[in-house]
Nanobody
Framework: QVQLVESGGGLVQPGGSLRLSCAASESIFSIYNMHWYRQAPGKQRELVARITSGGSTGYADSVKGRFTIARDNAKNTVFLQMNNLKPEDTAVYYC??????????WGQGTQVTVSS
């Protein structure tokens, strides 16, 4: 059983920055592949960024060059640094943990609003 808690969301102006955090309860956090998803009103949930248990990263084309995902296994935490934010980045952002053997887990989400 993995508990995930997101934090760091809020209201920011276009061009601004936010850093999201996801804290996990799992003591063997390091074996999970971690992901950030987002869901805007009326739209499907989409994958924003991933970081594997081995540290490899990947990004959606819409955020590549602006967002950075990182993990601190000693603290059981994954981060999403978001720079040069745009209004179309407005969404609820969700943390996800996945392991092919141990399963798939989701946080409750944190709201990010980009507006003047």
């Amino acid at each position: 059983q993995v508990q995930l808690v997101e934090s760091g969301g809020g209201l920011v102006q276009p061009g601004g920055s936010l850093r999201l955090s996801c804290a996990a309860s799992e003591s063997i956090f390091s074996i999970y592949n971690m992901h950030w998803y987002r869901q805007a009103p009326g739209k499907q949930r989409e994958l924003v960024a991933r970081i594997t248990s081995g540290g490899s990263t990947g990004y959606a084309d819409s955020v590549k060059g602006r967002f950075t995902i990182a993990r601190d296994n000693a603290k059981n935490t994954v981060f999403l640094q978001m720079n040069n934010l745009k209004p179309e980045d407005t969404a609820v952002y969700y943390c996800n943990a996945n392991n092919v053997v141990r399963g798939d887990y989701w946080g409750q989400g944190t709201q990010v609003t980009v507006s003047s």
